[in-house]
Protein backbone atom coordinates (compact mmCIF):
# COMPACT_ATOMS: atom_id res chain seq x y z
CA UNK A 1 0.00 0.00 0.00
CA UNK A 2 1.25 3.37 -1.18
CA UNK A 3 1.91 6.14 1.37
CA UNK A 4 -0.99 8.97 0.53
CA UNK A 5 0.66 12.06 0.10
CA UNK A 6 -1.49 15.75 0.42
CA UNK A 7 -1.26 17.67 -2.86
CA UNK A 8 1.58 19.25 -3.96
CA UNK A 9 2.46 23.12 -3.10
CA UNK A 10 4.45 25.30 -5.50
CA UNK A 11 6.73 26.20 -2.50
CA UNK A 12 7.71 22.17 -2.12
CA UNK A 13 8.15 21.33 -5.50
CA UNK A 14 10.24 24.33 -5.65
CA UNK A 15 11.82 24.02 -2.70
CA UNK A 16 11.33 27.59 -2.19
CA UNK A 17 12.47 27.97 1.45
CA UNK A 18 15.55 26.05 0.88
CA UNK A 19 16.32 28.09 -2.14
CA UNK A 20 16.69 31.36 -0.11
CA UNK A 21 18.15 30.07 3.08
CA UNK A 22 21.31 29.65 0.60
CA UNK A 23 22.38 33.62 0.18
CA UNK A 24 24.31 34.13 3.18
CA UNK A 25 28.15 33.04 1.62
CA UNK A 26 30.48 31.91 5.05
CA UNK A 27 28.08 34.26 7.45
CA UNK A 28 25.63 32.75 9.79
CA UNK A 29 22.83 35.31 8.30
CA UNK A 30 22.35 37.24 5.31
CA UNK A 31 21.24 39.82 7.50
CA UNK A 32 24.84 40.10 8.22
CA UNK A 33 25.61 41.06 4.94
CA UNK A 34 25.49 44.28 2.49
CA UNK A 35 22.59 44.45 -0.50
CA UNK A 36 25.62 43.90 -2.72
CA UNK A 37 27.28 40.80 -1.44
CA UNK A 38 23.76 39.34 -1.32
CA UNK A 39 23.35 40.26 -5.12
CA UNK A 40 26.73 39.16 -6.20
CA UNK A 41 25.95 36.21 -4.61
CA UNK A 42 22.52 35.52 -6.00
CA UNK A 43 23.69 35.96 -9.05
CA UNK A 44 26.80 33.05 -9.18
CA UNK A 45 23.98 30.80 -7.68
CA UNK A 46 21.72 31.86 -10.66
CA UNK A 47 24.66 31.40 -13.20
CA UNK A 48 25.60 28.02 -11.48
CA UNK A 49 21.83 26.95 -12.16
CA UNK A 50 22.04 27.94 -15.55
CA UNK A 51 25.05 26.19 -16.24
CA UNK A 52 23.64 22.88 -14.80
CA UNK A 53 20.93 23.01 -17.70
CA UNK A 54 23.70 23.79 -20.06
CA UNK A 55 25.21 20.95 -19.08
CA UNK A 56 22.00 18.60 -19.55
CA UNK A 57 21.61 19.93 -23.00
CA UNK A 58 24.93 19.66 -23.87
CA UNK A 59 24.99 15.34 -22.50
CA UNK A 60 21.69 14.83 -24.57
CA UNK A 61 23.21 16.36 -28.17
CA UNK A 62 26.70 14.28 -27.40
CA UNK A 63 24.36 11.42 -26.68
CA UNK A 64 22.71 11.90 -30.49
CA UNK A 65 25.71 12.16 -32.30
CA UNK A 66 27.70 9.80 -30.62
CA UNK A 67 24.96 6.86 -32.36
CA UNK A 68 25.99 5.07 -35.50
CA UNK A 69 22.63 6.42 -37.07
CA UNK A 70 21.29 9.74 -36.16
CA UNK A 71 17.31 9.67 -37.51
CA UNK A 72 16.48 13.67 -38.52
CA UNK A 73 14.18 13.80 -35.33
CA UNK A 74 17.43 13.44 -33.15
CA UNK A 75 18.65 15.69 -35.19
CA UNK A 76 15.50 18.74 -34.66
CA UNK A 77 16.47 17.63 -30.61
CA UNK A 78 20.12 17.98 -30.33
CA UNK A 79 19.71 21.41 -32.73
CA UNK A 80 16.85 22.62 -30.40
CA UNK A 81 19.31 21.64 -27.33
CA UNK A 82 22.54 23.12 -28.55
CA UNK A 83 20.55 26.41 -29.36
CA UNK A 84 18.95 26.84 -25.63
CA UNK A 85 23.10 26.31 -24.72
CA UNK A 86 23.48 29.60 -26.67
CA UNK A 87 20.57 31.44 -25.12
CA UNK A 88 21.57 30.53 -21.85
CA UNK A 89 24.81 31.76 -22.00
CA UNK A 90 23.59 34.98 -23.82
CA UNK A 91 21.67 35.17 -20.14
CA UNK A 92 24.45 34.63 -18.30
CA UNK A 93 26.36 37.61 -19.70
CA UNK A 94 23.15 39.58 -19.71
CA UNK A 95 23.72 38.92 -15.37
CA UNK A 96 27.00 41.50 -15.92
CA UNK A 97 24.89 44.51 -15.83
CA UNK A 98 23.57 43.88 -12.59
CA UNK A 99 26.84 43.27 -11.52
CA UNK A 100 28.14 46.48 -13.04
CA UNK A 101 25.74 48.01 -11.02
CA UNK A 102 27.79 47.56 -8.18
CA UNK A 103 30.53 50.62 -7.23
CA UNK A 104 34.26 49.61 -6.84
CA UNK A 105 34.36 50.43 -3.43
CA UNK A 106 31.18 48.61 -2.32
CA UNK A 107 32.69 45.44 -3.90
CA UNK A 108 36.11 46.08 -2.19
CA UNK A 109 34.05 46.22 1.51
CA UNK A 110 33.53 42.23 0.97
CA UNK A 111 35.68 41.07 -1.89
CA UNK A 112 38.71 40.00 1.06
CA UNK A 113 36.05 37.21 2.01
CA UNK A 114 36.50 35.92 -1.57
CA UNK A 115 39.95 35.03 -1.47
CA UNK A 116 41.50 32.82 -2.57
CA UNK A 117 38.69 31.68 -4.01
CA UNK A 118 37.97 32.39 -7.64
CA UNK A 119 35.28 31.79 -10.44
CA UNK A 120 38.13 30.04 -11.73
CA UNK A 121 36.93 27.31 -9.20
CA UNK A 122 33.65 26.78 -11.06
CA UNK A 123 33.55 23.42 -11.03
CA UNK A 124 30.92 23.46 -14.00
CA UNK A 125 32.63 25.79 -16.15
CA UNK A 126 35.10 23.42 -16.32
CA UNK A 127 32.81 20.45 -16.66
CA UNK A 128 31.36 22.84 -19.89
CA UNK A 129 34.80 22.97 -21.07
CA UNK A 130 35.85 19.51 -20.96
CA UNK A 131 32.78 18.49 -22.55
CA UNK A 132 32.80 20.81 -25.23
CA UNK A 133 36.19 19.15 -26.10
CA UNK A 134 38.84 21.98 -25.07
CA UNK A 135 41.99 20.66 -26.11
CA UNK A 136 43.84 20.19 -22.72
CA UNK A 137 47.04 22.01 -24.19
CA UNK A 138 45.10 25.06 -25.21
CA UNK A 139 44.25 25.79 -21.19
CA UNK A 140 46.07 28.99 -19.79
CA UNK A 141 47.39 28.29 -16.33
CA UNK A 142 45.55 30.71 -13.45
CA UNK A 143 48.43 31.41 -12.11
CA UNK A 144 50.99 29.47 -9.84
CA UNK A 145 49.20 26.26 -10.14
CA UNK A 146 50.48 23.54 -13.06
CA UNK A 147 47.37 22.13 -13.92
CA UNK A 148 43.66 23.85 -13.74
CA UNK A 149 43.21 20.89 -11.89
CA UNK A 150 44.93 22.08 -8.83
CA UNK A 151 42.62 24.82 -7.98
CA UNK A 152 39.95 22.53 -7.34
CA UNK A 153 41.61 20.58 -4.67
CA UNK A 154 40.30 21.40 -1.42
CA UNK A 155 42.51 22.43 1.82
CA UNK A 156 46.32 21.57 1.71
CA UNK A 157 45.53 20.02 -1.64
CA UNK A 158 42.75 17.74 -0.46
CA UNK A 159 40.06 16.04 -2.31
CA UNK A 160 37.21 18.46 -2.90
CA UNK A 161 33.22 18.28 -4.46
CA UNK A 162 34.54 20.25 -7.02
CA UNK A 163 37.61 18.24 -8.15
CA UNK A 164 35.55 14.71 -8.26
CA UNK A 165 32.64 16.79 -10.73
CA UNK A 166 35.24 17.68 -12.86
CA UNK A 167 36.97 14.23 -12.61
CA UNK A 168 33.76 12.37 -13.16
CA UNK A 169 33.50 14.77 -16.64
CA UNK A 170 37.00 14.05 -17.93
CA UNK A 171 36.10 10.49 -17.56
CA UNK A 172 32.66 11.02 -19.67
CA UNK A 173 33.88 10.14 -23.41
CA UNK A 174 33.04 11.41 -26.05
CA UNK A 175 33.24 15.27 -25.79
CA UNK A 176 30.49 16.80 -28.29
CA UNK A 177 33.07 18.05 -30.57
CA UNK A 178 34.68 14.68 -30.94
CA UNK A 179 31.11 12.68 -31.38
CA UNK A 180 29.82 15.65 -33.47
CA UNK A 181 33.30 15.13 -35.71
CA UNK A 182 33.09 11.83 -35.87
CA UNK A 183 29.28 12.17 -37.74
CA UNK A 184 30.08 14.78 -39.59
CA UNK A 185 33.59 12.79 -40.92
CA UNK A 186 30.54 10.35 -42.37
CA UNK A 187 28.82 13.21 -44.63
CA UNK A 188 28.87 12.21 -48.21
CA UNK A 189 31.15 14.09 -50.53
CA UNK A 190 30.07 14.21 -54.20
CA UNK A 191 27.79 11.10 -53.83
CA UNK A 192 30.93 9.56 -51.33
CA UNK A 193 30.96 8.02 -47.98
CA UNK A 194 34.29 7.05 -46.56
CA UNK A 195 33.28 3.38 -46.96
CA UNK A 196 33.68 3.55 -50.37
CA UNK A 197 37.43 2.00 -51.45
CA UNK A 198 37.83 5.17 -54.18
CA UNK A 199 36.37 7.96 -51.23
CA UNK A 200 40.21 9.53 -50.66
CA UNK A 201 40.64 10.13 -54.44
CA UNK A 202 37.00 11.63 -54.62
CA UNK A 203 37.48 13.70 -51.88
CA UNK A 204 41.05 14.73 -52.87
CA UNK A 205 39.48 15.83 -56.06
CA UNK A 206 37.07 17.98 -54.69
CA UNK A 207 39.19 19.31 -52.55
CA UNK A 208 41.58 20.44 -55.65
CA UNK A 209 38.71 21.77 -57.83
CA UNK A 210 38.01 24.05 -54.73
CA UNK A 211 40.84 25.02 -54.56
CA UNK A 212 41.32 26.23 -58.38
CA UNK A 213 38.25 27.87 -57.97
CA UNK A 214 38.81 29.69 -54.96
CA UNK A 215 42.29 31.48 -56.44
CA UNK A 216 40.03 31.89 -59.64
CA UNK A 217 37.61 33.87 -57.17
CA UNK A 218 40.41 35.87 -55.91
CA UNK A 219 41.75 36.40 -59.15
CA UNK A 220 38.91 38.03 -60.19
CA UNK A 221 39.04 39.61 -56.96
CA UNK A 222 42.44 41.39 -57.43
CA UNK A 223 41.54 42.77 -60.75
CA UNK A 224 38.76 44.49 -59.90
CA UNK A 225 40.65 46.04 -56.72
CA UNK A 226 43.42 47.18 -59.26
CA UNK A 227 41.22 48.58 -61.49
CA UNK A 228 38.79 50.72 -58.97
CA UNK A 229 41.95 51.38 -56.55
CA UNK A 230 44.79 53.40 -57.46
CA UNK A 231 47.38 51.69 -55.65
CA UNK A 232 50.89 52.06 -55.41
CA UNK A 233 52.99 49.05 -56.92
CA UNK A 234 54.08 48.49 -52.63
CA UNK A 235 50.42 48.12 -52.27
CA UNK A 236 49.96 45.68 -55.39
CA UNK A 237 52.37 43.42 -54.51
CA UNK A 238 51.29 43.57 -50.70
CA UNK A 239 47.80 42.56 -51.94
CA UNK A 240 48.49 39.86 -54.18
CA UNK A 241 50.90 38.02 -51.12
CA UNK A 242 47.78 38.74 -48.99
CA UNK A 243 46.01 36.67 -51.15
CA UNK A 244 48.29 34.12 -51.94
CA UNK A 245 49.06 33.77 -47.88
CA UNK A 246 45.27 32.90 -47.60
CA UNK A 247 45.61 29.99 -50.10
CA UNK A 248 47.95 29.09 -48.82
CA UNK A 249 46.52 28.84 -45.59
CA UNK A 250 42.91 27.07 -47.35
CA UNK A 251 45.19 24.12 -49.39
CA UNK A 252 47.15 23.53 -45.85
CA UNK A 253 43.75 23.39 -43.59
CA UNK A 254 42.00 21.06 -46.05
CA UNK A 255 44.76 18.94 -46.96
CA UNK A 256 44.93 18.98 -43.13
CA UNK A 257 49.18 19.64 -43.34
CA UNK A 258 48.92 20.62 -39.19
CA UNK A 259 47.83 17.28 -37.92
CA UNK A 260 50.09 14.27 -36.94
CA UNK A 261 50.72 12.06 -40.78
CA UNK A 262 48.33 9.16 -39.05
CA UNK A 263 45.68 11.94 -38.53
CA UNK A 264 45.99 13.56 -41.32
CA UNK A 265 43.15 11.74 -43.83
CA UNK A 266 40.66 11.77 -41.50
CA UNK A 267 41.48 15.38 -41.14
CA UNK A 268 41.36 16.48 -44.24
CA UNK A 269 38.07 14.92 -44.94
CA UNK A 270 36.10 15.98 -41.97
CA UNK A 271 37.56 19.36 -42.74
CA UNK A 272 36.30 18.34 -46.65
CA UNK A 273 32.61 17.48 -45.60
CA UNK A 274 32.52 20.59 -43.61
CA UNK A 275 32.73 23.09 -46.07
CA UNK A 276 31.18 20.61 -48.86
CA UNK A 277 28.17 20.96 -46.48
CA UNK A 278 28.31 24.54 -46.19
CA UNK A 279 28.87 25.35 -49.66
CA UNK A 280 25.32 22.88 -50.57
CA UNK A 281 23.52 23.39 -47.67
CA UNK A 282 19.94 24.03 -49.67
CA UNK A 283 20.29 20.28 -50.76
CA UNK A 284 17.64 18.39 -48.82
CA UNK A 285 20.08 15.58 -47.38
CA UNK A 286 22.67 18.44 -46.16
CA UNK A 287 20.15 20.79 -44.74
CA UNK A 288 20.29 19.21 -41.03
CA UNK A 289 24.00 18.70 -41.06
CA UNK A 290 24.25 22.06 -41.98
CA UNK A 291 21.70 23.25 -39.11
CA UNK A 292 23.54 21.41 -36.65
CA UNK A 293 26.87 23.26 -37.58
CA UNK A 294 25.14 26.56 -37.25
CA UNK A 295 23.76 25.14 -33.79
CA UNK A 296 27.31 24.46 -32.61
CA UNK A 297 29.00 27.71 -33.64
CA UNK A 298 25.86 29.77 -31.90
CA UNK A 299 26.72 27.92 -28.88
CA UNK A 300 30.51 28.35 -28.96
CA UNK A 301 30.23 31.95 -29.89
CA UNK A 302 27.59 32.49 -26.99
CA UNK A 303 30.12 31.19 -24.48
CA UNK A 304 33.13 33.41 -26.31
CA UNK A 305 30.92 36.52 -25.34
CA UNK A 306 30.28 35.26 -22.10
CA UNK A 307 33.81 35.43 -21.58
CA UNK A 308 34.01 38.32 -23.67
CA UNK A 309 31.51 40.37 -20.81
CA UNK A 310 33.13 39.03 -17.71
CA UNK A 311 36.05 40.58 -18.54
CA UNK A 312 34.48 43.55 -19.50
CA UNK A 313 32.44 43.83 -16.31
CA UNK A 314 35.78 42.76 -14.56
CA UNK A 315 37.43 45.71 -15.49
CA UNK A 316 34.64 48.38 -15.26
CA UNK A 317 33.90 47.26 -11.60
CA UNK A 318 37.90 46.70 -10.28
CA UNK A 319 40.25 47.28 -13.33
CA UNK A 320 42.88 45.21 -13.64
CA UNK A 321 44.44 44.09 -10.45
CA UNK A 322 45.08 40.90 -9.38
CA UNK A 323 42.21 38.44 -9.20
CA UNK A 324 41.14 36.75 -5.96
CA UNK A 325 42.61 33.91 -6.99
CA UNK A 326 45.93 34.98 -7.51
CA UNK A 327 44.91 35.38 -11.80
CA UNK A 328 46.06 37.81 -14.20
CA UNK A 329 42.46 39.32 -13.32
CA UNK A 330 41.12 40.71 -16.71
CA UNK A 331 44.22 39.86 -18.59
CA UNK A 332 43.31 36.62 -17.75
CA UNK A 333 39.65 36.69 -19.07
CA UNK A 334 40.69 38.38 -22.45
CA UNK A 335 42.97 35.58 -23.15
CA UNK A 336 40.66 32.63 -22.66
CA UNK A 337 38.12 34.76 -24.62
CA UNK A 338 40.48 35.03 -27.31
CA UNK A 339 42.54 31.83 -27.26
CA UNK A 340 39.33 29.05 -26.27
CA UNK A 341 38.32 27.38 -29.64
CA UNK A 342 36.86 24.23 -29.87
CA UNK A 343 34.99 23.97 -33.10
CA UNK A 344 38.47 25.29 -35.00
CA UNK A 345 37.42 23.28 -38.31
CA UNK A 346 33.93 24.51 -38.80
CA UNK A 347 35.35 28.39 -38.42
CA UNK A 348 37.99 27.72 -40.49
CA UNK A 349 35.31 26.84 -43.07
CA UNK A 350 33.38 30.11 -42.75
CA UNK A 351 37.07 31.89 -44.25
CA UNK A 352 37.07 29.73 -47.13
CA UNK A 353 33.73 29.39 -48.46
CA UNK A 354 32.85 31.19 -51.83
CA UNK A 355 30.50 32.57 -54.13
CA UNK A 356 27.61 29.81 -55.10
CA UNK A 357 27.96 30.43 -59.02
CA UNK A 358 32.39 29.38 -57.94
CA UNK A 359 31.09 25.93 -56.14
CA UNK A 360 32.67 22.79 -58.13
CA UNK A 361 30.54 21.68 -59.71
CA UNK A 362 28.45 19.21 -58.01
CA UNK A 363 28.35 15.29 -58.97
CA UNK A 364 25.21 13.03 -57.86
CA UNK A 365 22.85 15.71 -57.45
CA UNK A 366 20.23 13.11 -57.42
CA UNK A 367 22.14 11.59 -54.23
CA UNK A 368 21.12 14.48 -51.96
CA UNK A 369 17.76 14.54 -52.85
CA UNK A 370 17.41 16.28 -55.95
CA UNK A 371 15.61 15.29 -59.15
CA UNK A 372 18.29 14.92 -62.09
CA UNK A 373 18.64 17.75 -64.66
Known amino acids: MTERRGPTTYWDYIRVEELLALQAGIAPSEAELSDDEVR ?57 RLMETMRTRAYLE ?33 GHEGSYLRALHGEGGSDSPALRRVTRRRADLPSLKDAVYRWLHRAPIQGSTPDRPDDAQVVRRWIEDFLAQQQKGQEQRVADVLQHQALT ?19 AQLLGDDAPPAERAATSRLRAAI ?7 DLPLLAWPAEVIDALIAAEQSMIVFRQRHARMVERVIGRRVGTGGSDGVDYLDRTALSYRVFKEIWAART ?20 AE
Do not use: N
Open 40 to 96: FIVIHQIDELWMKLVLREMVTARDVFRADFVSEPRLHAACAGLRRVAMLFEMMADHF
Open 233 to 251: EADVGRLRARYAQELALSR
Open 352 to 371: MLMRSDLDPQLVGAEYYGLR
Open 110 to 142: FRDKLSPASGFQSAQLREIEILFGLDEAQRIPL
Open 275 to 281: LFIESHR
